[in-house]
């Protein structure tokens, strides 16, 4: 429709617009055409029709916030009731009007996408805290520091990026932040506990190993070697024992200990190595010794074996010290010959001893009375026809017989 069919132009350039109200002055335009006049208007019309068209597309886009779409509504609705143009105005503003349920509609849902950030941040933040508090809730022997630690600070970067992407009522903030801060504080006050009793304790391990680091540089030139290495052992104990001091400490005292350690040891090593070197000469005439020792074996003449013996022992003590490696070896050798030859020794007394000659000859008598005791009453038994008897007779004799046979040959050991 045309500007015409919405309004006309008196004969002094008034311009009128048509409404289904009755007709209203929108504005004059003398010294024109009514055609120009109405096309005058009827642009300003379409202004606002291009304005009505444009809002609708932003809405539809989403471009607009549901604030804007309810003040844009009043706008266009203010301006369109006092427009100063010729064109279907009552349309225009059914267009207008149509936005508001629309805008009511993003603003619902506006405050629905709201309640439900505030409930994922409310949510976000709890789980937050709730984990800090678990963290600062772990025994303090049981907290591993620089885990736990690094997880609380990035804990608290999420608060503050959470902060910044969507706030809380100031009740329900303040009360997280201190349930927050308060997690922080205990777990912060029981590190510096347990480092401050860290420190102590590495303070006082640190006085011990200067001692035992002073006492082993004061041995280090020791020559007193067996009495000096068993210190040293004591001391490496006592280092074990005096737990950790601080890293940088340690290191430089554990330094010192085996520097002096080392030179005590290397020495001993020296010297041991020297007097190897002497020794070995009596190593070589150890072993001749040894060779004439272990010709005594067997053993078939105990009293020459051990006149042998002595004059072999004598030889070995005059001989001297052999190297350190050695010695085992060469004194298990020689103690083999001594050990048979105490043996023959005792077996030679063994067999000749007058008191255990005459208890094995007792024994042979009693043994020979109890047989010859049983083969009697055996002997009655079968007159007797009591067969029992026999059978338990004959038992215990044949057990006798055998006891005599080791009896005659524990006899025969200590000759006629």
């Avoid at 309640?115 to 600062?136: D, F, G």
């Avoid at 927050?180 to 303070?203: I, M, N, P, V, Y």
């Avoid at 011990?208 to 070697?225: F, G, M, P, Y």
């Avoid at 079968?382 to 080791?406: K, M, P, S």
Wanted: net charge neutral; charged share 35%; glycine share 4%.
């Amino acid at each position: 429709m045309t500007a015409k069919q919405w309004g006309r132009v008196d004969a002094d350039g008034t311009v009128w617009v048509r409404t289904s109200s009755g007709e209203r002055v929108v504005g004059q335009y003398p010294g024109a055409t009514p055609e120009e006049a109405l096309a005058y208007f009827g642009r300003k019309y379409d202004d606002l029709v291009a304005q009505v068209t444009l809002f609708e597309q932003r809405i539809a886009a989403g471009h607009v916030s549901p604030a804007d779409t309810e003040a844009g509504v009043r706008r266009l609705r203010e301006a369109i009731a006092d427009a100063n143009a010729v064109g279907d105005l009552e349309v225009l503003a059914g267009r207008v009007e149509a936005l508001a349920p629309l805008a009511q509609a993003r603003r619902a849902e506006a405050e629905a996408a709201k309640s439900e950030a505030k409930a994922k941040a409310l949510a976000q933040r709890a789980a937050l805290v709730e984990e800090a508090e678990t963290i600062a809730a772990v025994d303090i022997e049981r907290i591993a520091w620089k885990t736990s630690g690094d997880r609380l600070r990035d804990l608290f970067d999420e608060w503050r990026q959470l902060q910044r992407e969507a706030r809380l009522d100031k009740h329900t903030e303040d009360d997280l932040w201190k349930r927050f801060s308060h997690a922080r504080t205990a777990f912060d006050r029981k590190r510096r506990q347990h480092f401050g009793a860290l420190d102590e304790q590495r303070g006082a391990a640190r006085a011990v190993k200067e001692q035992i680091v002073a006492e082993a540089e004061r041995l280090a030139s020791s020559t007193d070697w067996a009495t000096t290495a068993a210190i040293f052992r004591d001391l490496m104990n006592q280092w074990k024992a005096a737990g950790r001091a601080a890293r940088k400490d340690d290191d430089a005292l554990w330094t010192r200990f085996r520097a002096a350690q080392d030179a005590f040891f290397a020495a001993r090593t020296a010297v041991s190595a020297s007097m190897d070197a002497e020794f070995r000469q009596n190593l070589t005439a150890k072993e001749e010794i040894l060779a004439a020792a272990e010709a005594l074996l067997p053993v078939t003449d105990v009293r020459a074996a051990r006149a042998a013996l002595r004059d072999i022992q004598d030889r070995w003590e005059a001989a001297g010290r052999v190297p350190r490696a050695d010695l085992g070896r060469v004194e298990a050798r020689l103690r083999a010959v001594e050990q048979a030859v105490r043996e023959a020794e005792e077996d030679r007394w063994a067999r000749t001893n007058p008191q255990a000659r005459a208890r094995a000859e007792d024994v042979v008598r009693q043994l020979e009375s109890g047989i010859a005791s049983l083969e009697a009453s055996l002997d009655k038994a079968r007159a007797a026809g009591r067969d029992r008897a026999v059978r338990d007779t004959e038992a215990a004799l044949e057990a006798r017989r055998e006891w005599l046979v080791q009896a005659y040959k524990a006899l025969e050991e200590f000759g006629s």
